[in-house]
């Protein structure tokens, strides 16, 4: 019996990845082009040739072809239009002139992707429009080291493969500033994990944007050779080119701008577990939530917000949400009504209005007895902007 297409990709993708990392898609996308781009002028990564190597391995297993190139001459508009994305692989420091970042510029915001891959975040800083693409510009980092890596948006194909959090060993950059404002955040660092992070609770470290009427994705990682052979790093950067390509599709809007809320991308929190659920968007919930727990959202501001959608779920008695500014015992704006739903994969929307308010959000949990309901996530409305940039 012939196996279908979508059977033989999904079989090429387990061989890719390995048994412990799961496929990250189910049926072969339509074939299209990839442009790596490896170019340095400051620092060079001795990783370039690994990584080229794992992209054209993940080329040839997922559909897509791979030019790799060094030579600048390639952006030009008659040459970017054979490629559905483009690749920064390590690039460092001013890589293309000015007639090659305008046919690049044009490339973009027609429609097409970018993939950021470590040092891409230490490459044209004296050019604006390569600032907002990449989105943040690389400040230090500390020596090589194992980390954790905290997973906040498990719906992009480049985290959907990952739990809660992932484990590995890299160079961790630090930002100049903080993306959260102007992208989607995907994964951050725990700087409570490893030496030398600058860059507080919320340090993000892999994200994906739109720019103009393209995408682009960016990951931290990357800067190791043994980075390239990881079953789990290759799935990562599967799915940002992917992603980028537009072969597949993801809602890479600032959390904070209004979109969804995953509970799980807390800032702080007080007595909460996350919760592993196929169930649940992005794959997480918050529980084993008691009287007096809370989680903080120190980029997500309640300035000119009028209102709170939150996805729940409860098998136990339920409570109340208290939506509060600045800490867990400032004002009160609003409350949520949290029913029994029949069981904590059982959910439900629940929705306020919410009093005038300025400053991060707070969710305070209220009820009697333990395990009074779980979290998925949460949506406001109204015009606000995020507590930091």
Known sequence: MKQTLAAVAAAMV???????????????????????????????????????QAIRDLGAANAFTVTATENATAFTTANLARYEAVVFLNTTGDVLNNSQQAAFESYIRSGRGFVGVHAAADTEYGWPFYGELVGAYFASHPAIQPATIRVEDRTHPATSHLGATWNRTDEWYNYRTNVRSTARVLATLDESSYSGGSMGADHPHTWCKAVGSGRSFYTGGGHTRESYADNAFRAHLLGGIRYASGAAPADC???????????????????VRTVNDPGAHGGIRVGYIDNGDWLGFTTVNLNNRTGITARVASGGPGGTIHIRSGSPTGPIHGTLNVPHTGGYGTFTNTSTPLNPASGPLFLVFTGTGGGLFDIDDFTLTGGGQPAST
């Open 14 to 52: 387990l061989v890719l990845v390995g048994t412990a990392a799961p496929p990250v898609h189910n049926a072969a996308d339509a074939p299209y082009d990839v442009l790596v781009f490896s170019k340095t002028a400051g620092f060079r990564h001795d990783s370039i040739p690994a990584g080229v």
């Open 253 to 271: 809007r600032p959390a904070s701008s209004g979109g969804r809320v995953e509970a799980e991308s807390f800032s702080s929190q007080s007595g």
